[in-house]
């Protein structure tokens, strides 16, 4: 016999809530680990290097940073470009090597910095690397490229 009743599936006993609960505690715990993580990534990442001054001084350039950096050089003629992995500002000067005038800017790239110097006749740069204090220095001595055939 049919009854006439309709059956909306509401039985006496209620479904489970345990899997539930389960589901949500372990994706908060998957959460909080996650943050924590990021937390203690973010405080064991040393600051990038960054770039504080730029000095002319005797025929050549003086740099300093707050930590080491490092750097990339490559040299086309009359050119001189130096890649650092540090932060910083741009800025432009120019100075005299030899009666040459040698102009040099810094500009931003992504997250590195540029270093350019341009010259009429093709430079020698000899970089030098020295920590004072707390500011980690870069110098370097310009001459004009000896030129032979």
Partial sequence: MRSTRVDDG??????????????RF???L??????VGLMIGRLT??????????????????LRFSAPAQY??????????????????ERDGQLQV???????????IGQDLLLNLVALRPL?????????????VLELRLAPADEHP
């Fill in 72 to 89: 990339r050089a490559q040299s086309v003629e009359g050119a001189y470009a130096l890649l650092f992995q540090a932060r910083g500002g």
């Fill in 98 to 108: 030899d009666g040459q005038r040698v102009r040099w800017r810094i500009q931003a």
């Fill in 124 to 136: 020698q740069v000899q970089p030098s690397e020295r920590q004072e204090e707390a500011v980690w």
């Fill in 45 to 62: 990442t040393p600051e990038p290097a960054r770039l504080l001054a730029v000095e002319s001084v005797d025929e050549g350039l003086l």
């Fill in 10 to 23: 509401g039985d006496s006993t209620a479904p489970d809530p345990r899997p539930r609960l389960r589901r």
């Fill in 30 to 35: 998957v959460l909080i680990g996650l943050l």
């Fill in 26 to 28: 372990f994706a908060s």
